[in-house]
């Protein structure tokens, strides 16, 4: 919860137990645990840093987000599986 009231001081809005609405409206999901994956200090030497909304976040290469939401396998995860099958399809077809 560090993460969550260290947000809340900076002026979030706490709208469920992990999640944050930052003064800007952006929506942050605190995760703390990454089922399905190795430990969090493993799988983050994978992670590609990116530009968002002006911020650098670490991302996580999408056969590993797919393999965590296989793992869950909450009805919103199988769709997002498909989604991320399809993505990763256009990527082996076109390099991009």
């Known amino acids: 919860m ?3 009231n ?4 900076s002026g ?3 709208v469920r137990n ?3 609405e930052l003064v800007d409206g952006t929506l942050v999901n ?3 645990e990454v089922t399905g994956l190795p430990e969090f200090a493993r799988v983050i030497k994978k992670a590609r840093k990116m530009k968002w909304n002006g911020m650098e976040v670490a991302v996580l290469p999408l056969e590993l987000i797919k393999k965590s939401k296989a793992a869950i396998r ?3 995860d199988l769709l997002h599986i ?3 099958e399809q993505r990763l399809a256009v990527i082996r077809k076109t390099g991009k």
Do not use: D, E, G, M
């Open 2 to 4: 560090k993460a969550v």
């Open 6 to 9: 260290i947000a809340v001081q």
């Open 12 to 14: 979030a809005q706490v």
């Open 18 to 20: 992990t999640v944050v």
């Open 30 to 32: 605190f995760v703390y």
């Open 74 to 76: 909450r009805p919103k």
């Open 82 to 84: 498909k989604l991320i």
